[in-house]
């Protein structure tokens, strides 16, 4: 079985701070790992995904992510936040093997203080 | 290249009423997976499918039901609403069966209300 575990359902940082939001998963194989951002009244836009390639992930407005096998997570970091940032992000993960289920973590809303 | 077009947008119906949704994929993707998603339960996995079949289910009633047609268009039907199926329901496109290589493209969804 698989799951993902978002760490804190709201973030709050300072334009132009670093961003840091936190993805743990669980799978009982190597598993492939995304990043969707949603904005209000929007669907998921993918950020970036891993998929056993490269561990560090670099994907769209300037975020990356770092797979640790070790410590099972793939966390979602940008070096400045802009006021443009602000929006809910979603980890997803799914275990190989064709066909199946993508989990989705609860969330984590991003708040972006001027 | 257009998106993931789901229609209509909005939607409001009466307990006890059936809905159908429909959900165009992009040009070329032949899966498409439905998500209910709600404040309280989060992002919830509906079905998925590929090439007219379905692939995978998730844990939801039989009230919920869906089918994939050969341009690959996908509708959602509810039947015998219910208040707790007020939602967001989003649709989600892949190049590939099971989406887990390429990712998934979603719709901007569909806002289901039930009264």
């Known amino acids: 079985a698989q799951s993902v575990t978002q760490l804190g359902s709201r973030v709050s940082v300072s334009e132009g701070a670093l961003v840091l939001l936190r993805c743990n998963y669980s799978?009982?194989?190597?598993?492939?790992l995304f990043w969707y951002v949603q904005y209000p009244n929007q669907g998921l836009q993918l950020l970036l995904k891993y998929t056993s390639a490269a561990t560090l992930v670099k994907g769209i407005n300037g975020f990356e992510a770092e797979f640790k096998k070790s410590e099972t997570s793939f966390h979602l970091t940008k070096p400045s936040a802009h006021m443009s940032d602000a929006a809910e992000y979603f980890c997803?993960?799914?275990?190989?093997?064709?066909?199946?289920?993508?989990?989705f973590g609860t969330g984590t809303k991003l708040q972006v203080i001027p | 290249k257009a998106g993931v077009t789901q229609t209509p947008r909005y939607l409001i119906k009466t307990r006890g009423q059936q809905v159908t949704l429909s959900c165009s994929p992009i040009?070329?993707?032949?899966?498409v997976s439905w998500y209910q998603q709600t404040p309280g339960q989060g992002l919830q996995f509906l079905f998925e499918?590929?090439?007219?079949?379905?692939?995978n289910k998730g844990n939801f009633p039989g009230r919920f039901s869906g089918r994939q047609f050969s341009n690959s268009r996908s509708e959602m039907n509810v039947s015998t609403l219910e208040l707790g199926d007020s939602a967001l329901y989003l649709c989600?496109?892949?190049?590939?069966?099971?989406?887990?290589?390429?990712?998934?493209?979603f719709g901007s969804g569909t806002r289901l209300t039930v009264v």
């Open positions: 997803a993960v799914i275990s190989p093997g064709g066909y199946q289920k993508v989990t």
């Open positions: 799978s009982s194989v190597p598993p492939y």
């Open positions: 989600a496109s892949s190049l590939g069966q099971g989406g887990e290589i390429y990712g998934y493209t």
């Open positions: 040009s070329g993707h032949r899966s």
């Open positions: 499918y590929f090439s007219e079949t379905q692939r």
